[in-house]
């Protein structure tokens, strides 16, 4: 069969595109990547991006991951939707680029309207240094760092109370914190972090202060009871706190980021919700609930070191007669205290951390509600928003150290190394108030 000139030249120019694309997969540097990733390495290589403004989106978290060697949570909100939200993320210093969709929320608390943006990275590298951006349409932020986990060392910063009538009070304790500990690799904020759960504006005022810390190191939170009020200070079910962080599943879909547990190296942490009182009108079952779970997460995750982190304070304090007359209350164990200590004995517990009392207390050891030193060490952790109670506890017959009265604000610092790990509590401005330290043998 005869071709015509046309039809040669066109068999002509596909032989030529044929040629050329055999020669260019042999030329040095050519990669062979799954259909997916040429899909997404390419889309990466040919978008060019506008940065978004910091009006566009607000309140960026890294989010505590069950094993945050290998996972992370991203989170950010916005107040519109946006268009195909997502992350990427590679290591430092090199090109490519892996992108992980983002999920999208709208969520309305009162009159306050925002949309909640929450990726989750799997598959990691531990002990790798990366860096993620935020996106949507053709909009991206500045890249940011993320730092994977490695290795039985480390160290975080804790927070007590943070809720405030004004939160640069809150930003006056966190910040020079994180500026004294920049290489801290998570935080953790002991509850009650606003003063009002349904006040989007304390939300928005507790995310400003923390952010600069937040897009680097994930947060921990634990629920205080603080987070269960509505604008009209009734108790409700902690909403915002549910959406605004997505944590580790206990097995539970009625209690949705509420308790929750994580493995930093060689120890455990357990953080637990402790507003039974609070929700025994909407979650009877809560602690009892909360107790089996328990039970089942030591018994599946227990480590050479074991930490509660806990809102409530499970000890009872009486009124001081001097600066609360006639307000009558005894000493001893509270409520908490009488349910959980004895399964703190029971399962090895090593730390347990609360607050909410706006008062910092160690209190040693102590097992079968005494002093004892094979039991777990107890810490109040104080208080680090402007919300004070200046002189308003008696001292506790078990507390060994307490905070200069009146009370101002602190923080602590964990330390952990091989064989020990280290609580250093310190006021706003660098002044060490108590260091308590544990110790153990190399396994």
């Known amino acids: 069969m005869k071709m015509n000139r046309k039809q040669g030249g066109v068999l002509a120019l596909l032989l030529a595109v044929l040629a050329a694309i055999t020669a260019w997969r042999f030329l040095p540097g050519y990669v062979t990547r799954p259909v997916e990733d040429v899909f997404a390495w390419g889309k990466h290589q040919a978008i060019h991006y506008e940065l978004i403004s ?8 890294q989010v505590m991951t069950k094993d945050p060697s290998t996972s992370r949570t991203l989170m950010w909100q916005s107040d519109f939707a946006e268009e195909k939200p997502r992350v990427e993320i590679r290591v430092k210093g090199q090109q490519d680029v892996r992108t992980v969709q983002a999920g999208e929320e709208a969520f309305q608390d009162g009159k306050a309207k925002t949309f909640i943006h929450t990726a989750h990275l799997e598959g990691l590298q531990p002990g790798t240094q990366y860096e993620y951006r935020l996106c949507y349409g053709k909009k991206a932020t500045d890249w940011m760092p993320l730092t994977t986990f490695q290795g039985n060392r480390f160290k975080a910063l804790i927070f007590p109370d943070s809720q405030s009538a004004d939160y640069s009070v809150w930003k006056a304790t966190a910040m020079p914190a994180w500026q004294r500990n920049p290489d801290a690799q998570f935080f953790v904020n002991m509850g009650d972090l606003v003063d009002n759960g349904q006040d989007a504006t304390q939300w928005n005022a507790w995310f400003d202060v923390v952010e600069p810390m937040a897009e680097k190191i994930p947060v921990a939170p634990v629920m205080g009871n603080h987070e269960t009020y509505d604008l009209n200070w009734k108790v409700r079910r902690p909403e915002a706190y549910m959406k605004l962080f997505s944590l580790p599943g206990n097995g539970y879909a009625q209690y949705p980021n509420r308790f929750y547990s994580f493995t930093v190296g060689d120890v455990h942490f357990v953080v637990l919700d402790t507003m039974f009182s609070e929700m025994k009108d909407f979650e009877p079952d ?7 779970w328990f039970r089942k997460d030591l018994e599946q995750n227990r480590q050479k070191w074991n930490v509660v982190l806990m809102h409530k304070d499970p000890l009872q304090y ?15 164990i509270g409520p908490e205290g009488e349910v959980w200590m004895p399964l703190f004995d029971e399962y090895g517990i090593d730390l347990v951390l609360s607050a909410h009392l706006h008062t910092y207390r160690n209190r040693g050891h102590i097992r079968d509600f005494r002093h004892n030193s094979n039991g777990p060490l107890y810490i109040l952790t ?13 001292q506790h017959p078990l507390d060994e150290t307490v905070a200069p009265q009146p009370e101002t604000d602190n923080y602590l610092v964990m330390t952990k190394t091989e064989n020990e790990l280290q609580l250093q509590a310190f006021l706003p401005d660098g002044t060490l108030l108590d260091t308590a330290r544990l110790q153990k043998p190399a396994q």
């Not at 910091?54 to 978290?61: A, K």
């Open 54 to 61: 910091g009006t566009e989106i607000r309140n960026i978290r």
């Open 286 to 292: 809560l602690e009892q609930d909360e107790i089996q």
């Open 318 to 332: 009486a009124f001081n007669p001097a600066t609360r007359p006639g307000r009558d209350r005894q000493e001893g």
């Open 382 to 394: 104080g208080v680090a928003g402007d919300v004070r109670y200046p002189g308003l506890w008696k």
